[in-house]
């Protein structure tokens, strides 16, 4: 069984910066993309950032010049640096893995979800 844990969400000022990581525990055969999404109350959940083995990013146009996602392939660990945050960028934020895992085949992952709040 995969589990994909989270940490570093919380409280901070407008303008501050947060750092999110997101580790897969468990069997992995290969993940591809790792990726970060977030749902705000009222909202459809979003894709913000994505990465895949090779080392290919993509962003949301939202977070372009202030977000950065990385990854660390050995230890299946995803990081996201945020700074310059916005009141908008409060949400609950996800982590998502798709890939190859023994028994369960070709799928993806969902973490539990960290909130970042953001104040003006």
């Known amino acids: 069984q995969v589990q994909l844990v989270e940490s570093g969400g919380g409280l901070v000022q407008a303008g501050g910066s947060l750092r999110l990581s997101c580790a897969a525990s468990?069997?992995?055969?290969?993940?591809?993309?790792m990726a970060w999404y977030r749902q705000a109350p009222g909202k459809q959940r979003e894709l913000v950032a994505a990465?895949?083995?090779?080392?290919?990013?993509n962003y949301a146009d939202s977070v372009k010049g202030r977000f950065t996602i990385s990854r660390d392939n050995v230890k299946n660990t995803v990081f996201l640096q945020m700074n310059s945050l916005k009141p908008e960028d409060t949400a609950v934020y996800y982590c998502?893995?798709?890939?190859?895992?023994?028994?369960?085949?070709?799928?993806?992952?969902w973490g539990q979800g960290t909130q970042v709040t953001v104040s003006s």
């Open positions: 468990g069997s992995v055969f290969r993940i591809n993309t």
């Open positions: 990465t895949t083995s090779g080392g290919s990013t």
């Open positions: 998502n893995a798709d890939g190859v895992f023994p028994f369960a085949g070709v799928r993806d992952y």
